[in-house]
């Protein structure tokens, strides 16, 4: 799947992230009837938020079915606005943001 990265203005990586390659390997999420169709693994999720973002910077997810970018963005400290047209995935990334983030506050 394609991932994108977009900042206004002038970008500059933080000063203590790694350069990142430019292919991952991670394992998929196990299909369950709980997981999204394309649910990303939130350790991979977790990578690329410290590598590309600071903490406490804000990251929006256009489509955040599961939810799994809210979880990882709670787990290192950054904010998240999720939207997806679905209520179903909507309600669903909520409860799964709460229950498995170290941090989330609705």
């Given at each position: 799947?394609?991932?994108w990265?977009?900042a206004?203005?002038?970008y500059?990586?933080p000063?203590e992230a790694?350069?990142?390659m430019?292919?991952?390997?991670?394992?998929?999420?196990?299909a369950?009837?709980?997981?999204?169709p394309n649910?990303?693994p939130?350790k991979l999720?977790e990578?690329?938020?410290?590598?590309?973002?600071k903490?406490?910077d804000?990251?929006?997810d256009?489509?955040?079915?599961s939810?799994?970018?809210?979880?990882?963005?709670?787990?290192?400290?950054r904010?998240?606005i999720?939207?997806?047209?679905?209520p179903?995935?909507?309600?669903?990334?909520?409860r799964?943001?709460?229950?498995?983030?170290r941090q989330?506050?609705?």
């Amino acid at each position: 799947e394609i991932m994108w990265f977009a900042a206004k203005g002038a970008y500059r990586f933080p000063e203590e992230a790694k350069r990142l390659m430019s292919v991952f390997s991670v394992p998929r999420v196990r299909a369950t009837p709980e997981t999204h169709p394309n649910q990303k693994p939130v350790k991979l999720l977790e990578t690329l938020l410290l590598s590309l973002t600071k903490p406490n910077d804000l990251v929006l997810d256009c489509f955040c079915g599961s939810g799994s970018t809210g979880v990882a963005c709670a787990n290192t400290g950054r904010k998240f606005i999720g939207i997806d047209l679905d209520p179903h995935w909507t309600q669903h990334a909520y409860r799964y943001c709460r229950v498995r983030s170290r941090q989330f506050h609705a």
